[in-house]
């Protein structure tokens, strides 16, 4: 290894420690070269490779204890510097798996790495929450690492049907789960640890790992994801085989049936094809032979789909902390103890689904790929149907069909990144409260109100909803244009009140569906390719043609697995490796990094910079946005043979050890108890108790300047100046010019304009009397109180007036 190389090893952990490289179109051009190396033969190619790497299966950006910002008490820390959660990532080889971290400093450190044959899910199980009514009875043996591998802890078992559960502390297989039929994916949080099977989702109590409930209901999928589901902090969404009207929820996918030429046209020939086949499959039956490349199996399948009552494209939500023990199964006579909302998303078969960090947003992906749905869950505490379901935005990806794979949100869940096998990572806008993505909403560093303080005055919002009204519920935002570009038919399907509106059959009074906010159809901004040549890196809104690009997905024949995640830069060591990291240098930044790591081990950093739209002829803060995306660090994470491995026991300086014992010490904290170890009782800042304390000295004022609120803030604009008052100027022929709140005549002056009085009235027709009561028309008042005295000297001077 050379003395400039960006590997070296690591003290605290005995890994491997990766520094980023800068990255620049000349190192773009050496990764093709790499690239071309390792798909043509080296007979072909004529010269020997460097260093050879392992096969990459799956990637994947995992949260655990480390990076849990919410009982890590090393992020609770008020105003702290370099405390930002690292980046941990897993990577499955066909041979093991490997778990890096990537904390602020940007130096990538080798965590795991073992080598005992294929692995198809791994995850690292975060503490579980407990009290005093729940102990964990893993505690001494966490952190602990589920794996599901081809060959298990029994040697018997069918290959991927069991998940052995290990301490990274001891080193020791703790748990053994079997299973008859193959295990797909894991998942897990605090509370629950799910294992996704065919058509089945199991869910195990994560302190004791015995069953705590399971699902047979789900619609399978033909892949990447066998079985698609979302796991939040709390809820658990998944794809059900029907749709049951007492408990659908009210909202749901909406569009219409209006489609582009693009899409008129795939959908002709795709018609075409299945006819073809259709015909092909008939003759095969009758003359008792199959086609080259059709199996019995096949014909089979297609033949039970249309007998088959199975609805695809519905999603059940349920709450994992109130669902009842045992099958979870959502029938006209089961209940709804538990189920949080129950309602259609797509018309073809769920391919991906995830939740954002707070848990009320949902995206979910069809089989197509066109079209990505964005859902607001709005729960109610009586049933699921009862609970509304807004569908605030569809992302449009193409008319091309092509399979998701991974979607990830921004921490402030403005920005989604929704990933495709083709190796294409598609960056869209969106706002979590709906509407539409424009300079005011993104060019922020936080996330600001629906309304702008100029529309909660003007009383815009209800302008806006007494126009939609009249307009039949909800409306394109653009005038004449359809809401949905896509030719699938579910736009048609989904508007008809028959099979999908279930207004009628639902308390009409429920405010959660009042006011409807409007879909919006949302185009990427940004399209990203990994880890190819630096024109693969595009923006739509640009009109210069992307240069010809190299896809994997084609040249290789086979899948590109990438994953994506947000994060804070990590960047600045590799373009300035002698500068120190400022303090405040991550809270400049609008938009946080975007980490994409591909198949080929390499992780890159790519900076996002929203700027207005450039062809608009004039910015205000409902511009358009477009997005400008540059690659600004690499690290090279792929394992070679000639590593070593690097498995548990680990010490006690292990990060993820640290990170363990750390919540679990704030888990203790949080329910009153003595944490292990403890030389005294609990503090006032781990007890729930302490408010009821008497404390004194500088902590208590700290605390009291922290907990102080604002209750009123003065009026954005005066009364007079809303749209509720008009103005009236009175002409000598009786008739009447009404100026509103919005006229020229009441905006501000420049500097070279001439103010106008308000009122204006021809004194010269006007007896003296009257111009002498008329003098106010030079005086406007400028607050409520001169108003008031205001009104109270006109209505004098009137009934003097009157009796002169």
Request: charged fraction near 15%; glycine fraction near 6%.
């Amino acid at each position: 290894m050379a003395t400039d190389s960006p590997r070296r090893p690591s003290r605290c952990t005995g890994g491997v420690v990766v520094r980023p490289q800068a990255v620049t179109e000349q190192s773009y051009m050496e990764s093709v070269v790499t690239f071309l190396q390792d798909v043509v033969p080296q007979a072909y190619s004529g010269t020997p490779l460097t260093e050879e790497k392992e096969k990459i299966v799956w990637v994947r950006f995992e949260n655990a204890d480390l990076n849990d910002t919410s009982r890590n008490l090393e992020f609770h820390e008020i105003h702290s510097t370099g405390n930002e959660p690292p980046l941990l990532i897993m990577i499955g080889y066909s041979d093991g798996m490997q778990v890096w971290s990537i904390p602020i400093s940007g130096e990538a450190q080798e965590l795991f790495s073992v080598r005992h044959g294929p692995i198809r899910a791994a995850r690292i199980l975060p503490a579980p929450q407990f009290g005093t009514q729940k102990c964990d009875n893993f505690a001494e043996k966490r952190p602990l690492l589920g794996v599901c591998k081809s060959a298990g802890s029994s040697g018997t078992s069918p290959p991927y049907c069991c998940v052995d559960l290990y301490s990274l502390r001891t080193g020791e297989m703790v748990k053994s789960i079997q299973f008859k039929t193959p295990i797909y994916d894991l998942h897990c949080n605090k509370r629950i640890l799910v294992v996704v099977l065919q058509e089945k989702i199991a869910a195990f109590d994560s302190c004791t790992f015995t069953k705590k409930f399971f699902v047979t209901s789900c619609y399978p999928c033909p892949g990447p994801n066998m079985n698609p589901i979302a796991l939040g902090s709390r809820w658990l969404a998944y794809a059900e085989n029907k749709l049951i009207r007492c408990h659908q929820s009210r909202g749901g996918a909406c569009g219409d049936n209006i489609q582009s030429y693009t899409a008129t046209v795939i959908s002709a020939a795709k018609t075409l094809k299945t006819g073809l086949t259709m015909v092909g499959k008939v003759v095969t039956q009758l003359t008792g032979t199959l086609p080259s490349g059709v199996t019995e199996d096949d014909v089979a399948l297609h033949s039970n789909s249309r007998r088959s009552p199975l609805v695809p494209g519905i999603i059940t939500v349920i709450d994992t902390e109130t669902v009842g023990e045992g099958q979870v199964l959502v029938s006209e006579d089961s209940d709804s103890d538990g189920i949080v909302a129950h309602f259609p998303a797509h018309e073809k078969p769920v391919c991906c689904m995830a939740f954002n960090t707070s848990g009320m947003l949902l995206v979910t992906t069809d089989t197509l790929g066109h079209d990505f749905h964005v859902f607001q869950i709005l729960t109610h505490p009586w049933s699921s149907s009862q609970s509304a379901v807004h569908h605030l935005y569809t992302l449009h990806r193409g008319e091309t069909e092509a399979k998701v794979q991974d979607i990830c949100f921004s921490h402030d869940c403005r920005w989604v990144v929704v990933s495709t096998l083709r190796g294409t990572s598609h960056v869209f806008p969106i706002n979590p409260y709906g509407g539409q993505p424009c300079v005011r909403t993104h060019m922020s560093p936080r996330v600001v109100n629906r309304m702008s303080r100029f529309q909660k005055s003007a009383g815009l919002e209800e302008i806006e909803q007494e126009l939609t009204s009249k307009q039949g519920g909800r409306c394109s935002p653009v005038p004449g244009l359809s809401s949905s570009p896509s030719g699938s038919p579910l736009h048609g399907k989904l508007n008809s009140q028959d099979s999908y509106n279930n207004f009628a059959n639902n308390n009409p009074g429920n405010p959660r569906l009042s006011p409807l906010p409007s879909l919006m159809v949302l185009m990427p901004l940004a399209q990203i390719k990994q880890p190819m040549t630096l024109g693969t890196i595009t923006k739509r809104t640009g009109k210069v043609k992307p240069p010809p690009q190299i896809s994997p997905s084609k040249s290789m024949g086979g899948e590109f697995c990438v994953a994506a995640m947000f994060g804070t830069s990590r960047s600045w060591f590799a373009n300035n490796a002698g500068l120190k990291r400022e303090k405040d240098q991550s809270k400049q930044v609008v938009v946080e990094s975007l980490y994409i790591i591909s198949c080929y081990g390499t992780l890159v950093e790519h900076m996002m910079e929203p700027r207005p739209l450039s062809t608009a002829p004039k910015i205000s803060d409902d511009t358009p946005l477009e997005v400008m995306t540059s690659p600004r660090a690499s690290w090279t994470l792929v394992r070679t043979p000639q590593w070593n491995e690097l498995q548990p026991p680990f010490n006690a300086n292990h990060p993820l050890l640290l990170a363990a014992d750390a919540v679990q010490y704030y888990q203790f904290l949080l329910a009153g108890l003595v944490p292990p170890g403890s030389p005294g009782p609990i503090t006032r800042h781990g007890s729930y108790d302490s408010l009821a304390s008497d404390h004194s000295g500088q902590e208590d004022e700290e605390w009291l300047s922290q907990v102080e609120i604002v209750t009123h803030t003065g009026p954005h604009r005066r009364l007079w100046m809303g749209p509720q008052f008009q103005f009236k100027t009175i002409h000598p022929s009786g008739q009447t010019t009404v100026i509103s709140s919005s006229s020229s005549v009441l905006q501000s002056h420049g500097p070279s304009d001439t103010p106008q009085p308000l009122l204006d009235f021809d004194t010269d027709d006007l007896d003296l009397n009257i111009n002498k009561y008329l003098c106010f028309r030079w005086y406007v008042p400028k607050s409520d109180i001169q108003w008031f005295f205001f009104l109270i000297s006109f209505y004098a001077a009137f009934l003097i007036f009157l009796t002169a």
